[in-house]
């Protein structure tokens, strides 16, 4: 199975998201994240980013840099 085969199985079957631009089109939320938001429940939003080591440098991630 290839990466982007592995990656369409997961949004196939609700284990992610379709792919967005968070520098963009910053995360994608939901009315009822929005409303707890706004009433002072801040809530984390959990991020990985996938791809083959060599497309990225992570030590952007791990704070090595």
Known sequence: MTFDEWLKYGV?????????????????THESEDVAFEEGNDFC??????????????????GSR
């Open 12 to 28: 196939a079957n609700n284990y992610c998201s379709e792919q967005f631009c968070n520098t963009h089109d910053g995360y994608p």
């Open 45 to 62: 939003v959990h991020m990985v980013r996938l791809g083959e080591l060599a497309d990225w440098d992570i030590s952007a991630i791990n």
